[in-house]
């Protein structure tokens, strides 16, 4: 069983700053890509920003200079800095990883529960 917890979420003003943190925790034996992506009533899911390592992260255009995803291996977390935050922002934001469970397995896709941004005056 894996599971992965998402924090961080909330309300906070247009220009504001969120951080969002998720945790994977469980039977894991490597991880490979981390991400977010988020979902907008009456949007599909997008996705926001993923990383497989420090130097190899991908951002949506509407994010770019704005959040920064960033990755602790020891602790198997993937974070989310957002600054400069928009009211086209409000959303449900889903931490995605990629991780094997076992030695020569496949990997398998886990998603969190998901956690509200919302962006408002």
């Known amino acids: 069983q894996v599971q992965l917890v998402e924090s961080g979420g909330g309300l906070v003003q247009p220009g504001g700053s969120l951080r969002l943190s998720c945790a994977a925790s469980?039977?894991?034996?490597?991880?490979?890509?981390m991400g977010w992506y988020r979902q907008a009533p009456g949007k599909q899911r997008e996705l926001v920003a993923t990383?497989?390592?420090?130097?190899?992260?991908i951002y949506a255009d509407s994010v770019k200079g704005r959040f920064t995803i960033s990755r602790d291996n020891l602790k198997n977390t993937v974070n989310l800095q957002m600054n400069s935050l928009k009211p086209e922002d409000t959303a449900v934001y889903y931490c995605?990883?990629?991780?094997?469970?076992?030695?020569?397995?496949?990997?398998?896709?886990?998603w969190g529960q998901g956690t509200q941004v919302t962006v408002s005056s």
């Open positions: 995605k990883v990629d991780l094997t469970t076992t030695w020569g397995s496949r990997p398998s896709l886990y």
């Open positions: 469980g039977s894991i034996f490597s991880i490979y890509a």
């Open positions: 990383i497989t390592s420090p130097r190899n992260t």
